[in-house]
């Protein structure tokens, strides 16, 4: 199902490379009184529900399990790691009931009045035949960091070796594709305590395409 662009609640869309900080602007774009759909923590919720851990036990052993019953992440990820046809029962299972919780959370958001909604949804345009989601954005935002800085990020932040940036992105839709599909810019190569100022900035250029409201 394709969900519609709404004309209340201002829905946006980031895209950028791995390590750009999505999370953290997606939080700046929302501000105090929107919401930050993000797809990471629900694939969390998702893998560590019984029915899927259940699943998960079934196909890679139980030695993808914690003491508690729960999926052990990182043992779950080193098996699946060279087991491709494993992997692609593993997302069969999990992106969509990820789907739906996406879904359910807009939905919840646009009736909850929420001036803002931000999907943080990594691969949002790879996988668009399967969850329809840019439809849904009344605009999509790139976040430009250049690339030697978005692997020093990852080396630092989560222990990754050099270029493992880049030999991830190979198999992604190339930057280039995804800065042209968007319809804002944000520089985000800047000073942690200068983003906020930036991304104002940003959303008062983006608040101010929007069409005044007017009483029926």
């Known amino acids: 199902m394709t969900l519609p662009a709404s004309r209340s609640t201002l829905v946006l869309g980031v895209l950028g490379g791995i390590a750009s900080g999505k999370s953290t602007v997606g939080r700046l774009l ?6 930050v759909v993000a797809a990471d923590p629900l694939a969390h919720e998702v893998l560590e529900s019984p029915e899927v851990a259940r699943l998960v036990a079934e196909r ?18 080193a098996r699946v790691f060279d087991d491709p046809e494993g992997r692609k029962a593993l997302e069969g299972w999990i992106h969509p009931r990820v789907r739906e919780r996406i879904r359910a ?19 949002l345009m790879e996988n668009d035949a399967d969850h329809h989601l840019m439809a849904a954005c009344d605009h999509l935002v790139f976040i430009e960091v250049p690339d030697e800085v978005r692997d020093a990020r990852a080396q630092r932040d989560r222990g990754w070796a050099p270029g493992e940036v880049a030999r991830r992105e190979a198999a992604q839709l190339p930057l280039s594709e995804k800065r042209a599909a968007a319809g804002w810019v944000l520089e985000a190569d800047c000073p942690r305590d200068e983003l906020p100022a930036r991304v104002d900035a940003l959303l008062q250029r983006i608040e101010a395409t929007r069409p005044p409201h007017t009483s029926p």
């Open 30 to 35: 929302a501000g105090p009184a929107g919401r």
């Open 60 to 77: 890679f052993g139980q030695g993808v399990l914690d003491p508690a019953g729960a999926v052990d992440r990182a043992a779950l990820g």
């Open 105 to 123: 959370a807009l939905e919840e958001a646009r009736s909850a009045g929420a001036p803002r909604v931000v999907l943080d949804v990594p691969l």
